[in-house]
């Protein structure tokens, strides 16, 4: 149970940093260590060695200036406090015999037979070499050297002074790594939560979002770090979901609404023919309404669905070279009729030379969708005008009308799915036309956008900018 619980803590980022940085502090003072302790065993031995090499040259200059005999004397005269005392001096004939010996104070032994035979081997004029202190952990460090007579002289000393200086330093150390394995710790730990704080405010946000409050934002510092930054990106993002999600909400109310007359009438005709027994031309009529209303939804449905596409690009464009002016004259020859039923003048300002890479299908629903506009809310009497403009590398189709106009409010909101102003409450429509319109240009990396007023108050105008080259 309690390594259950502890696991999940372990494998915290926190935890994980924390243990981390103590690690880092740990090794890297480790090191530190190593690399001091080396450096003072070495001086120290070096040391050793400096004080055994001064003592050795004078002792041979004793010897030979004031022979053995007055050497003897010396050493009997050596206080045990003496530097001299703790040395182990020794001379030894060509053949292995001992004739001078003393024996350091505080005693330290070695085997002399092994001593022998060792410097018997040596054929240098200066020689070194260490052996291991008999019942001891320690050794000793031998300096010799061969007098003018063909004696040996050595003097040695043992390393235990030294050992115990290194591994008191030793203990130094790991009394030392204690503090610096909780510095490591603490200090992990204060930084492990002041980088991650940003991300713990982060979690928290995103849980109350988790619960339902899309208006919970995570709260921003004053500085410029990495994390600051991502909490700005988050933020953006969420002003960005909650947009999408209100425009969705919004969306599925005016979708609803629009889908719901349709299917009204189409249930209530189909009811209306099921409850009374009528004549074949009865039940004619009831299957044409049908027919209508479920072709309404169905275009509807198939607009949003070329939204989507355009939107995404994920319907590959059928690009070929495309005159825009044949393009409107084509969709004219539709819209004409309607035109002159309403007693709306069309003026056409056409430029012979406008073509452009375009899917000619496409463009020509934005063309119907722009007249079709301009025809709903041109008042009689009114006059709408449609032009093309040739540039080197692009073709700009206009159309203007003379109606009521669109208010600076709702200009970035026309765009939008299923939006309609209240003054276009009174006329049939979907409230895709201009999404579509934008989605479709877009699409072919152009761009559309609106003016209004245009002129006295009144009038609105939708420019179109297509590539010649897409």
Not at 50 to 73: D, H, M, P, S
Not at 158 to 174: A, H, P, V, Y
Not at 216 to 238: A, F, I, Q, Y
Request: charged share 25%.
């Amino acid at each position: 149970m309690f390594l259950s619980r502890l696991k999940p803590t372990l494998f915290r980022i926190s935890t994980k940093l924390t243990l981390a940085y103590s690690l880092v502090l740990i090794f890297s003072s480790t090191v530190i260590f190593s690399f001091l302790y080396f450096q003072i065993s070495h001086a120290l031995q070096d040391q050793e060695r400096l004080v055994l090499q001064a003592k050795l040259e004078e002792y041979q200059n004793r010897i030979e200036i004031r022979g053995l005999k007055e050497f003897r004397e010396y050493f009997m005269y050596v206080p045990n406090y003496d530097r001299d005392a703790s040395l182990l001096v020794g001379v030894l004939s060509p053949r292995g015999d001992i004739l001078f010996l003393h024996e350091p104070f505080p005693s330290f032994k070695t085997d002399f037979d092994s001593l022998k035979a060792e410097i018997l081997s040596q054929k240098a004029h200066s020689f070194d070499f260490v052996l291991p202190e008999v019942g001891g952990i320690d050794s000793v460090v031998f300096l010799g050297r061969t007098l003018k007579d063909g004696n040996r002289l050595v003097v040695a000393k043992s390393t235990e002074g030294l050992g115990l200086q290194l591994r008191n330093l030793q203990k130094i150390f790991w009394w030392l790594l204690l503090p610096v394995a909780l510095i490591g710790f603490l200090g992990g730990l204060f930084l492990s939560n002041k980088t991650l704080s940003p991300v713990r405010e982060l979690i928290t946000s995103m849980k109350k979002i988790e619960s339902g409050s899309l208006s919970t934002r995570v709260p921003v510092g004053g500085s410029d770090g990495e994390l600051e930054e991502l909490k700005v990106l988050c933020n953006k993002m969420l002003d960005k979901i909650e947009g999408l999600v209100s425009g969705l909400k919004e969306a599925f109310d005016h979708l609803a609404h629009d889908i719901r007359t349709p299917v009204t009438r189409l249930r209530g005709r189909a009811e209306l023919a099921l409850q009374n027994e009528g004549d074949v031309e009865t039940y004619r009529e009831a299957l044409q309404s049908c027919y209508e209303n479920s072709d309404k939804i169905l275009n509807f449905l198939q607009l949003l669905t070329d939204i989507t596409e355009a939107e995404n690009r994920s319907k590959k464009l059928k690009l070929e070279k495309k005159y825009i002016s044949e393009l409107v004259r084509e969709i004219m020859s539709l819209y004409e009729m309607a035109f002159e039923e309403k007693d709306i003048r069309v003026i056409q300002k056409l430029d012979s030379h406008d073509w452009a890479l375009v899917d000619a299908r496409l463009i020509s629903r934005v063309i119907a969708n722009l007249l079709d506009n301009a025809h709903k809310y041109t008042p009689s009497g009114g006059e709408v005008t449609i032009e093309t403009i040739n540039q080197t590398e692009n073709v700009i189709l206009r159309v203007t009308d003379t109606g009521p106009g669109i208010s600076a409010d709702e200009q970035a909101m026309i765009w939008q799915k299923l939006y309609r102003s209240d003054k276009s409450r009174s006329e049939y429509g979907m409230g895709l036309g201009l999404t579509f319109v934008k989605a479709v240009v877009e699409a072919h990396d152009g761009k559309v956008s609106v003016r209004s007023p245009v002129k006295d108050g009144r009038g609105t105008e939708f420019e179109v900018l297509l590539q010649k080259m897409s």
